[in-house]
Each structure stands twice: as structure tokens, then as C-alpha cells.
């Protein structure tokens, strides 16, 4: 069954081709969900909720744009309800962008791997990990992340740019203890 398919039987209340969406995408939107709760009992009540909404809003996908985006989008936001819901997210409200929005990430940032990458990441404040990952990872505009995150749009830029910041102060770190241990071998 292809996913046009699979989509117009979940548009008919098909429940083969409701089960069919959840088994084709559930395991990489819970990896989705994980990235924005690090707790995997609210991951998965994420994910039951996203699939509560797209089975209710499915009528609405009208074929434009990727499937994928429209249901990740879904999930995101169900994600960052429930996380919001048990957890207070500390933004420091922001109007001017500092001197450092343009940030250069050193050559070592090529030399690491997806895990090294995504340890580095999970050291950032929550707050700038969210705002890093919903740009960068997931391409949402600072409007979008805003909407989502309840802050303003100059917060939303800031958070990056500090972000980014510290993902280089950590890369650097990390090079330093990685050039420390080859020296030591």
C-alpha cells in the first residue's frame, strides 16, 4: 500500500490504514520526541497524542508539502505541550541580538560524528537546546518557534546565537581534551 494510499483509507476512517501510518512513522517520531523531553513515558505520551491529532486533522493534509514535514510538525508541537505541561522552560527575554550572531564553528565540528554531536548538544541549557534544535534540526522559522515556545521571535534569535556560542566554546573544549589525550598516548 503506498502512502497515498494509506493516507486517503486514514481520510475514510480505515482503521488497516491507521494502523499501517502509526507502524510506517511511530518509531521515528518517538526518536523525535525524545530529542525534546529526555523523560520516555512523556515521549510516548507525545507520540499517542500526535496520533490523536493527525487522525483527527487528516482531512485537513491536503497533499501539499511533504506528509513527513506536516506530521512531524504535529508531533513537535505535541512534544513541547506536554513538556511544557511538567516542566518550566527559562527563557531570558531578549530584544537586540548580540555582537556574536555570526558564529564560526571550528573545523573539528566536521571530524565529529552524529553521537558526539547530539552529546554536545543535550549539555546545552534546555532553553537554547530547544530553540538550537527547532531551527537548525527541524527548520522552523524564529515566528514559528515563538508560536510554539510562547517567547518572542528576538528571544527565539537570541537563544540561538547563544546557542551556537556555546556549541563552539564545547566543540573547542572538546578538542582540547581530545589533542590532551593523543598527546598522553
Known amino acids: 500500500m503506498s502512502l497515498q494510499d494509506i493516507i486517503q483509507g ?3 476512517g ?7 501510518l502509526v507502524q510506517k512513522f511511530a518509531p521515528g517520531l518517538l526518536a523525535l520526541c525524545m530529542r525534546y523531553t529526555s ?3 512523556l515521549a510516548k505520551d ?24 506536516w506530521i512531524k510538525r504535529i508531533a513537535v508541537t505535541c512534544t513541547l505541550t506536554i513538556h ?10 531578549e530584544t537586540v541580538v ?3 550572531s555570526q558564529t564560526n564553528i571550528p573545523d573539528i565540528y566536521s571530524d565529529l560524528g552524529v553521537e558526539e554531536i547530539m552529546a554536545l548538544l ?3 541549557p534546555e532553553s537554547l537546546y ?10 522552523f522559522n524564529h515566528g514559528e518557534i515563538s508560536e510554539m515556545l510562547g517567547i518572542t521571535e528576538s528571544t527565539s534569535r537570541a537563544a540561538l546565537c547563544k546557542a551556537r556560542n556555546k556549541l563552539v566554546e564545547l566543540i573547542k573544549k572538546q578538542n582540547v581534551v581530545n589533542s590532551f589525550t593523543a598527546i598522553a598516548i
Open 98 to 100: 548580540d555582537q556574536y
Open 46 to 69: 507525545a507520540l499517542q497524542e500526535c496520533f490523536i491529532n493527525v487522525f483527527k486533522y487528516i482531512h485537513k493534509y491536503e497533499g501539499k508539502g511533504s506528509f513527513e514535514g
Open 39 to 41: 523523560d520516555k513515558e
Open 122 to 124: 543535550k549539555k546545552l
Open 84 to 93: 511544557k505541561k511538567y516542566h518550566q522552560i527559562y527563557f531570558v527575554e
Open 14 to 20: 480505515n482503521r488497516t490504514c491507521q494502523d499501517a
Open 10 to 12: 486514514c481520510k475514510e
Open 130 to 139: 530547544l530553540v538550537f534544535n527547532l531551527n537548525v534540526v527541524e527548520g
